[in-house]
């Protein structure tokens, strides 16, 4: 092998690990823009904060994070609740109105006058009322995330 051959190789291999420090700061550079632009698409999180039993039956404390861009002059959530061993066992429609925009609210509804341990599941059927301010619909099933920081899981 003569001295060309040897800096030919050397030259290759100069070039991929140039290459592969680029390609590594291109990447570093562009990951930390990703979170950031997913937290500016339009979303509306509801959270299953929390259940306890009262002398009422059982009661559930939701989070709602709007962050559509629109404040909710109205929205109602179709909830179905399913028991322990996943058979339907009550639907409610629970009116928020109004979710004011990049506002996070606590609100207390009354599920069930069982204990919270007969509910196996929550399911969000729909969304049948969501209009922003000027009165137009919005498509808020499709901005929806849910999770649950309860036992019970929330789904939809």
């Given at each position: 092998m003569g001295a060309s051959d040897h800096l030919t190789m050397r030259a290759r291999r100069d070039r991929r690990v140039a290459g592969a420090v680029l390609l590594g700061a291109a990447l570093t550079w562009l990951l930390p823009a990703a979170p950031a632009q997913a937290q500016n698409q339009p979303s509306l999180a509801i959270e299953l904060n929390k259940l306890e039993d009262s002398g009422e039956g059982c009661r559930s404390m939701f989070v709602f994070d709007n962050r559509t861009g629109h404040e909710l002059h109205r929205f109602r959530v179709d909830l179905i609740l399913f028991d322990q061993k996943g058979v339907y066992a009550r639907q409610l429609l629970?009116?928020?109105?109004?979710?004011?925009?990049?506002?996070?609210?606590?609100?207390?509804?009354?599920?069930?006058?069982?204990?919270?341990?007969?509910?196996?599941?929550?399911?969000?059927n729909d969304l049948p009322w969501c209009e922003n301010g000027s009165g137009a619909e919005l498509d808020c099933v499709d901005l929806l995330e849910v999770r649950s920081r309860s036992d019970v899981p929330l789904e939809k």
């Open positions: 629970l009116d928020m109105a109004p979710l004011s925009e990049d506002k996070k609210v606590l609100a207390s509804f009354l599920l069930a006058e069982e204990p919270c341990d007969s509910i196996g599941s929550l399911l969000i």
